[in-house]
């Protein structure tokens, strides 16, 4: 908790350590002192280093508390990273959400790439980048649950007819974790995986309509899902929809973790995404 030292008020710092105490709470080591742990397969094996992490709300954190993670408890880091890819290796694929070892599939994308060229990026080392590498592409390639990766090259897009639920979400979240792949690929020479990753993470666009200014649901016929309320939201209560807890204008901006200059364009220029981004809703003028 020492780690961060802030000025304010005795209320001020309650409110901001008791969320810093929040959020250092999970991922959890469940290694046991031998180092022994029950794995996504359900096997007890041994941790290197005794360390395996679980509770990895990844769709939660990845955008946020991991990289706080690497500023305040960066011995951890590689810890968490050596457990996803352990988790590769059991299953095939990177951890969803993990809790006690186990995936429970809760939520959609595939987050912990991102994580790990985070922390890649950040200049952790304690993991092998090949194998992180392999882990990542073949999470993107192999179909598995809630990743349909026949489905979405072949459209460009998730289309709503064959995926009734968030088929917006699940692709403007994987097209990030594509762009990930991509990078991740760059920085280790590979120059066709980086290729094909690249043209992945522009699928976004196929979901854009000029007519209303947002991403929208569209069918395997290319018809746009109606009627359409981009204020409207949808998931876990009033399913099938295309977003996921939000709705489209909510969804808007998520490309932009990686391509403004793509979505600048989409939105016919400078003057346009900046009415966007300090308004309260991208809604057409």
């Known amino acids: 908790m ?19 105490y929040h959020v250092l709470l999970q991922p959890s080591n469940i290694a046991d002192v031998n180092g022994q742990y029950r ?15 679980s509770t990895l709300s990844i769709w939660d ?3 946020g508390a991991f990289p706080l993670l690497q500023l305040v408890a960066p011995e951890r880091i590689n810890g968490i990273v050596n457990s996803m890819l352990l988790h590769h290796k059991a299953k095939g694929f990177l951890p969803i959400w993990t809790a006690w070892g186990q995936d429970n599939y ?27 590498f392999r882990a990542m592409y073949e999470t993107a390639t192999k179909s598995h649950i809630y990743s349909d990766w026949e489905l979405y090259n072949a459209y460009g897009y998730y ?9 917006v979400s699940r692709t403007l979240e994987s097209g990030y974790d594509d762009w990930c792949v991509a990078e991740m690929a760059r920085k280790l020479g590979k120059r066709s995986e980086q290729k094909e990753f690249e043209k992945r993470s522009n699928y976004y666009k196929n979901l854009f309509d000029v007519q209303t200014g947002f991403f929208r649901g ?17 998931s876990p209560l009033n399913n099938p929809g295309d977003y996921t807890e939000a ?39």
């Open 218 to 234: 569209k069918d395997t016929n290319g018809n746009w899902r109606t009627p359409f309320d981009p204020l409207t939201a949808t």
């Open 61 to 63: 954190i990845y955008r």
């Open 247 to 285: 709705n489209a204008w909510q969804y808007f901006w998520t490309p932009t973790q990686y391509d403004i200059p793509g979505v600048r364009t989409l939105l016919g220029g400078e003057t346009a995404f900046r009415r966007n981004s300090t308004n309260s809703s991208p809604l057409k003028h």
């Open 39 to 53: 794995g996504a397969d359900d096997k007890i094996a041994t941790a290197p280093n005794n360390e395996y992490y």
């Open 106 to 132: 809760c939520m959609i994308g595939n987050h912990a790439i991102p994580m790990i060229l985070n922390a890649v990026e950040n200049g952790f080392s304690g993991f092998d980048k090949e194998e992180a």
């Open 159 to 167: 289309p709503f007819d064959k995926l009734d639920n968030e088929a």
């Open 2 to 20: 020492n780690r961060i030292e802030i000025s304010g008020s005795h209320k001020q710092k309650e409110l901001f350590y008791t969320a810093l």
